[in-house]
């Protein structure tokens, strides 16, 4: 299995986020998986995101549910990230990441760093 | 939703010490707690998961321990390879947490 992030490196404050996780080696309408987002600031800790299951529900970190979507796109074997209204503080590295329920997190992205800037 | 308290923050340690790192819950969790390593520049590997199990092609060294809300990761004999930062993530409830992380410096 093998996850790429994609989208802009630099982003102007109040505009959105938009990242999309590209899967190679697994279907992301199959298995019991959800496909997240996590992400990290230069110098610190990881931040859960949310993630989305194959039927479409979505679960969200509770102090970014009101900016933050996941959707997928089966077509493409892609899921995407998107964070509206961002400021400074929505910098950081975004990892995409394949997780189980029970299990946690087994494969993960390279990271994409988005830098929120005017 | 749960809260997960890692301690301690950092840590400074010789090849071959004994390494504990505790996470806490702020509600009970079962064992579904995993123990991830980052080094720098690099994404998060997993070591442990359901709390005790051992991720294939991790060394032996490293183990969990820990169910309900009181978790740790021992580092039996610290290499130099193990100089990284470990977090611990919490994925019982609907929305998954981290610990802060520890940093594992050389002594």
């Given at each position: 299995?093998?996850?790429q992030?994609?989208g802009?490196?630099?982003?102007?404050?109040?505009?959105?986020?938009?990242?999309?996780?590209?899967?190679?080696?697994?279907?992301?309408?199959?298995g019991?998986?959800?496909?997240?987002?996590?992400?990290?600031?230069?110098?610190?800790?990881?931040?859960?995101?949310?993630?989305?299951?194959?039927?479409?529900?979505?679960?969200?970190?509770?102090?970014?549910?009101?900016?933050v979507?996941?959707?997928?796109?089966t077509?493409?074997?892609?899921?995407?990230?998107k964070?509206?209204?961002v400021?400074?503080?929505?910098?950081?590295?975004y990892?995409?990441?394949?997780?189980?329920?029970?299990?946690?997190?087994?494969?993960?992205?390279?990271g994409?760093?988005?830098?929120?800037?005017? | 939703?749960v809260?997960?308290?890692?301690?301690p923050?950092?840590?400074?340690?010789?090849?071959?010490?004994?390494?504990?790192?505790?996470?806490?819950?702020?509600?009970?969790i079962?064992?579904?707690?995993?123990?991830?390593?980052?080094?720098?520049?690099?994404?998060?590997?997993?070591?442990?998961?359901?709390?005790?199990?051992?991720?294939?092609?991790?060394?032996?060294r490293?183990?969990?321990?820990?169910?309900g809300?009181?978790?740790?990761?021992?580092?039996?004999?610290?290499?130099?390879?193990?100089?990284?930062?470990?977090?611990?993530?919490q994925?019982?409830s609907?929305?998954?947490?981290?610990?802060?992380?520890?940093?594992?410096?050389?002594?």
């Amino acid at each position: 299995l093998q996850l790429q992030e994609s989208g802009p490196g630099l982003v102007k404050p109040s505009q959105t986020l938009s990242l999309t996780c590209t899967i190679s080696g697994d279907s992301i309408s199959s298995g019991s998986y959800f496909w997240s987002w996590i992400r990290q600031p230069a110098g610190k800790g990881l931040e859960w995101v949310g993630h989305i299951y194959r039927s479409g529900s979505t679960n969200y970190d509770p102090s970014l549910r009101s900016r933050v979507s996941i959707s997928f796109d089966t077509s493409k074997n892609q899921f995407s990230l998107k964070l509206i209204s961002v400021t400074a503080a929505d910098t950081a590295t975004y990892y995409c990441a394949r997780g189980l329920p029970f299990f946690g997190f087994d494969s993960w992205g390279q990271g994409a760093l988005v830098t929120v800037s005017s | 939703d749960v809260q997960m308290t890692q301690s301690p923050s950092s840590l400074s340690a010789s090849v071959g010490d004994r390494v504990t790192i505790t996470c806490r819950a702020s509600q009970a969790i079962r064992t579904d707690l995993g123990w991830y390593q980052q080094k720098p520049g690099e994404a998060p590997q997993r070591l442990i998961y359901d709390a005790s199990a051992l991720q294939s092609g991790v060394p032996s060294r490293f183990s969990g321990s820990g169910s309900g809300t009181e978790f740790t990761l021992t580092i039996s004999s610290l290499q130099p390879e193990d100089f990284a930062t470990y977090y611990c993530l919490q994925h019982n409830s609907y929305s998954w947490t981290f610990g802060q992380g520890t940093k594992v410096e050389i002594k």
